[in-house]
């Protein structure tokens, strides 16, 4: 698996800095990369000062450009750059819900892969989908593959419309886990807790199980749930309300549901 010769990241927020670094970690070459952001931020100048990668350079063909900017601000975005896109241009994009049509539509560009990540990416945790439309080639296809795995794990999906599916789960997932902690939180602060110390009981818990998660991963989150849950017991207790027939599983298949319906929304 190789970098692409060149490589233009198109929006450095939150995601593209982080993918960014991920590039810069998996050693590519500093002088291969270009980053293109109106109005870059401190901490980025700063990196490209440090690195040696160009940020807003004149407009020049490129073998990959990585598309991070909101969905909503494709439009406008798309009217600038089409001087990135070469013949042999690939595209990989990681907006939310817009589609290969989408993006053809608006960009020079035919081979297109559409990738979600998600947040953990920033520490090198993150776990992303993928999709490549059939007129990517194999070679595109796995310098996508190093470019993504810079920032974690990755998992292709065969059918484009399983992207939304993959964003309502781990693309939005980081955001309901840390829900999960403030709404622990809350629960002991109610049970009389002093707020700060139901605070960080429940980001260590959360904190805690994750990295057992992460150190085991032979061991299934079920059984590391039945390891808490002693019969008859305080976990039990719980359990009954959490898997009751109204409880988690189907907040849950509604909250994702919802989030795959607002993917499809943001397409057009
Ligand atoms: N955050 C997540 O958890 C996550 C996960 C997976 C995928 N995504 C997707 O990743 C994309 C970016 O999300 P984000 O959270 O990283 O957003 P973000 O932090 O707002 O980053 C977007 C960046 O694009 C910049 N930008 C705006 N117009 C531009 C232009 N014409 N050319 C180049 N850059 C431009 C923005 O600059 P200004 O701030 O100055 O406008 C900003 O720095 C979204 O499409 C989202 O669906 C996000």
């Known amino acids: 698996m190789s970098a692409p010769d060149t490589l233009a990241l198109v929006g450095a927020g939150k995601m593209g800095s982080a993918l960014l670094g991920g590039w810069l970690a998996a050693g590519v070459e500093p002088g291969r990369i270009a980053v293109h952001?109106?109005?870059?931020?401190?901490?980025?100048?700063?990196?490209?000062?440090?690195?040696?990668?160009?940020?807003?350079?004149?407009?020049?063909?490129?073998?990959?450009?990585?598309?991070?900017?909101?969905?909503?601000?494709?439009?406008?975005?798309?009217?600038?750059?089409?001087?990135?896109?070469?013949?042999?241009?690939?595209?990989l994009s990681i907006i939310a819900g817009k589609t290969v049509d989408n993006l053809s539509a608006r960009l020079p560009v035919s081979a297109i892969l559409r990738a979600m990540p998600n947040t953990p990416a920033?520490?090198?945790?993150?776990?992303?989908?993928?999709?490549?439309?059939?007129?990517?080639?194999?070679?595109?296809?796995?310098?996508a593959q190093f470019l993504l795995s810079g920032v974690g794990g990755v998992e292709w999906v065969e059918r484009e419309a399983l992207i939304d599916a993959v964003t309502a789960i781990s693309g939005s997932g980081p955001a309901y886990?840390?829900?999960?902690?403030?709404?622990?939180?809350?629960?002991g602060r109610r049970l009389g807790l002093p707020a700060d110390l139901a605070l960080r009981l429940a980001r260590a818990t959360v904190e805690g199980s994750g990295e057992l998660l992460h150190r085991q991963p032979e061991i299934s989150a079920e059984i590391l749930r039945k390891n808490v849950t002693s019969p008859g017991g305080t976990t039990q207790a719980a359990l009954d309300v959490l898997m009751a027939p109204d409880g988690l599983a189907e907040l849950m298949a509604r909250a994702a549901e919802a989030a795959r319906k607002r993917a499809e929304d943001l397409s057009g």
């Open 37 to 91: 952001d109106p109005a870059p931020s401190e901490s980025l100048r700063a990196l490209a000062a440090e690195k040696g990668f160009a940020l807003n350079p004149p407009h020049a063909a490129a073998e990959a450009v990585v598309l991070a900017v909101k969905p909503q601000a494709l439009d406008a975005v798309a009217a600038g750059i089409a001087s990135l896109f070469g013949r042999d241009t690939f595209l």
């Open 177 to 187: 886990v840390f829900y999960l902690v403030e709404a622990l939180a809350e629960a």
């Open 122 to 143: 920033a520490v090198g945790r993150g776990v992303t989908g993928v999709f490549a439309n059939p007129a990517t080639s194999s070679d595109q296809r796995a310098k």
